[in-house]
């Protein structure tokens, strides 16, 4: 490759070359996607690449590099599944035209030190999700994950009757085999933890292994970086058997000890469906015993 330290400075990032990776360093500033600032720096290890790019930019008198990642190899483009903005994508470096000769050399440096296996997926993630903790907003509530275990704690005035009746959520990484993120700049934006041997029967909206988005909830920047700390720490988890015939509509949860404030406002929420004929009795009553046994 090139001389250790040898830096290409692009447009929101630049690309810092070593002997066997390439750190790209985003840039903070008012014009650089949220993401990138989010992300702040990635070590691409040139053994997670599959192919490498040049071509004219969609803005006048710019060109872009691309290193191309093998499939597998990142879990934040893993979790994005295709579904990143062109100026959101972090393996672009954007660079004014009069520098194509510069890229071009590095272009042809890197594609000579692409991996024989290149062209195959990768058997395991090579480039390092966001570390944990990691928590956003969603329309319906809160996700947090500390690095072993996703909670979604739901907020009154935008989760449905099914999740309020189900509870606040909990699951533990080695009971998950997946995650499914649906990027909030299209309709049907969510976040759905696939917990093993699970089979989705419902809607996100209705889902309480699932957090909706919507308009200023679960934007990019916070939500995809989630969802690439959850699925590397659940690709790293020894696996939890999973019971029989587990539906995502009712997941098995784990409970911790919740705010007595907390508690006291999801009483009432629940008092508020009863008195509107959304819960039973016995629902009620069963409900309103388990939040007050989380105190």
Do not use: N
């Given at each position: ?17 070593s ?20 992300l ?49 994508d ?29 062209a ?14 990691q ?45 499914e ?17 699970a089979?989705?029967?419902v ?7 699932s957090?909706?988005f ?74 309103k ?7």
């Amino acid at each position: 490759m090139t001389h250790m330290g040898d830096v290409l400075a692009g447009i929101h990032s630049t690309w810092e070359f070593s002997s066997d990776s390439v750190l790209i360093r985003f840039e903070r500033g008012i014009r650089t996607p949220k993401l990138f600032q989010v992300l702040s720096e990635r070590r691409i290890p040139y053994e997670a690449l599959s192919a490498v790019e040049l071509a004219p930019g969609s803005k006048r008198g710019t060109v872009v590099l691309r290193a191309v990642p093998r499939q597998g190899a990142d879990p934040l483009l893993e979790a994005a599944a295709g579904q990143l903005k062109e100026g959101s994508d972090p393996y672009r470096l954007v660079l004014p035209a009069e520098r194509e000769t510069l890229a071009d050399y590095y272009a042809s440096e890197l594609r000579a030190v692409l991996p024989e296996e290149a062209a195959k997926p990768a058997e395991q993630y090579l480039v390092a999700a966001p570390s944990a903790p990691q928590s956003f907003k969603a329309y319906d509530g809160k996700a947090s994950f500390d690095g072993s275990v996703v909670a979604f704690r739901w907020f009154w005035t935008g989760a449905s009757t099914a999740k309020w009746k189900a509870g606040d959520q909990f699951f533990p990484v080695g009971e998950l085999e997946g995650i499914e993120w649906r990027s909030p700049e299209g309709a049907g934006g969510h976040l759905r933890l696939r917990a093993r041997g699970a089979e989705v029967l419902v809607d996100a909206d209705h889902d309480p292994a699932s957090v909706v988005f919507g308009l200023g909830y679960g934007p990019v920047y916070e939500s995809l970086p989630f969802a690439a700390s959850v699925l590397e720490a659940v690709r790293a988890a020894d696996p939890v058997p999973a019971p029989e015939s587990v539906c995502t509509a009712a997941p098995t949860v784990t409970r911790q000890r919740s705010d007595p404030a907390d508690v006291a406002t999801r009483i009432r929420h629940l008092g508020e469906l009863h008195d509107a004929g959304l819960l039973t009795d016995e629902e009620f009553t069963a409900k309103k015993a388990q939040l007050l046994a989380e105190l």
